[in-house]
């Protein structure tokens, strides 16, 4: 089944070679709040860069044999060719602070065998309140009770690690 | 896949049992013992076979349906768990967030493609 192959070694090639580059990205939106376990839904991996003109990006992009289609008004910049095209470059994101400032609270999440930055989960959800378009809204409820239960497991954990402590 | 009996054994001291002693409560004859421990394989040919063809080892395409009974009522119990102090959350929402935490973020994203492109969702 076709299915099988998404997201397979040549995708994750592409992340390598970007972290391997050096470049300053991570990955935001429903691909984002998926690899921290919520339940979502989605047809592509957001990419949000620092700066468009990092030279690692080309590089890594000739690594995989894609390349950089520089944006056409109204159509924003895309990756073309190679094992790219599931790639979706993201400008700005909406209700967020700079790309320098929200990546200091990034996670980092093992991917194609490299750590990865990821927008964490209520970043994420503040920026689709933002948003607010239908789809963004469709998703929020997902989202919300993801983190919800994801703070539950947590303070569950911490819990247990206090009254193991206790003599 | 072979039976260790040394393995067995150091099980049966473990729980303070000779070995006389567990094949009498497990309800198995030494006879039928001593046949399992001196096969090369206690696994059906069949499932070697296909275990080979698919370049994987016969554990990974084998379910212990017990263990797998097991995972899925501590899960329901953390679902009730949460759903207790988090009265307004979805519980499927919470029930598909414990199974996707249970798998390498890889995986995860994996599934959210497929259905992204299977269901053409947004």
Same mark, same amino acid.
């Given at each position: 089944?076709?299915?099988?192959?998404?997201?397979?070694?040549?995708?994750?090639?592409?992340?390598? $070679?970007?972290?391997?580059n050096n470049?300053?990205?991570m990955?935001?939106?429903?691909a984002?709040?998926?690899?921290?376990?919520?339940?979502?839904?989605?047809?592509?991996i957001?990419?949000?860069?620092?700066?468009?003109?990092?030279?690692?990006?080309?590089?890594?992009?000739?690594?995989?044999?894609?390349?950089?289609?520089?944006?056409?008004?109204?159509?924003?910049?895309?990756?073309?060719?190679?094992?790219?095209?599931?790639?979706?470059i993201?400008?700005?994101?909406?209700?967020?602070?700079?790309?320098?400032? $929200?990546?200091?609270?990034?996670?980092?999440?093992?991917?194609?065998?490299?750590?990865?930055k990821?927008?964490?989960?209520?970043?994420?959800?503040?920026?689709?309140?933002a948003?607010?378009?239908?789809?963004?809204?469709?998703s929020?409820?997902?989202?919300?009770?993801?983190?919800?239960?994801? $703070?539950?497991?947590?303070?569950?954990?911490?819990?247990?690690?206090?009254?193991?402590?206790?003599? | 896949?072979?039976?260790?009996?040394?393995?067995?054994?150091?099980c049966?001291?473990?729980?303070?049992?000779?070995?006389?002693?567990?094949?009498?409560?497990?309800?198995?004859?030494?006879?039928?013992?001593?046949?399992?421990?001196?096969?090369e394989?206690?696994?059906?040919?069949?499932?070697?076979?296909?275990?080979?063809?698919?370049? !994987?080892?016969?554990?990974?395409?084998?379910?212990?349906?017990e263990?797998?009974?097991?995972?899925?009522?501590?899960?329901?119990?953390?679902?009730?768990?949460?759903?207790?102090?988090?009265?307004? !959350?979805?519980?499927?929402?919470?029930?598909?967030?414990?199974l996707?935490?249970?798998q390498?973020?890889?995986?995860?994203?994996?599934?959210?493609?497929?259905?992204?492109r299977?269901?053409?969702?947004?």
């Amino acid at each position: 089944m076709a299915g099988h192959l998404i997201f397979t070694d040549k995708e994750a090639a592409f992340l390598r $070679e970007l972290v391997k580059n050096n470049v300053d990205f991570m990955i935001v939106g429903l691909a984002a709040a998926t690899l921290q376990g919520a339940p979502a839904v989605t047809q592509d991996i957001d990419l949000w860069f620092k700066d468009l003109r990092q030279p690692g990006i080309k590089r890594a992009l000739k690594k995989v044999g894609g390349f950089y289609i520089p944006p056409i008004q109204p159509r924003p910049p895309m990756f073309g060719g190679g094992h790219v095209e599931l790639f979706d470059i993201v400008m700005t994101m909406d209700g967020l602070q700079s790309f320098s400032k $929200e990546v200091r609270h990034a996670v980092e999440v093992p991917l194609g065998g490299v750590p990865v930055k990821v927008l964490p989960l209520d970043r994420i959800i503040a920026s689709k309140k933002a948003a607010g378009r239908d789809k963004d809204r469709r998703s929020l409820k997902v989202l919300q009770d993801a983190q919800k239960t994801i $703070e539950a497991l947590e303070k569950t954990r911490a819990n247990g690690k206090t009254r193991r402590r206790r003599p | 896949m072979e039976l260790s009996p040394d393995m067995i054994k150091r099980c049966a001291k473990r729980k303070g049992m000779t070995l006389k002693d567990l094949l009498l409560q497990a309800g198995v004859s030494r006879t039928a013992y001593y046949s399992l421990v001196r096969k090369e394989s206690v696994l059906p040919k069949s499932i070697r076979a296909i275990a080979r063809t698919l370049e !994987v080892t016969p554990t990974q395409i084998l379910v212990d349906t017990e263990e797998e009974a097991r995972r899925i009522s501590a899960r329901n119990e953390k679902v009730h768990a949460i759903l207790a102090v988090n009265p307004a !959350v979805d519980p499927d929402n919470v029930r598909h967030t414990l199974l996707l935490l249970d798998q390498e973020p890889e995986e995860r994203l994996r599934r959210a493609l497929l259905r992204g492109r299977t269901f053409d969702f947004h």
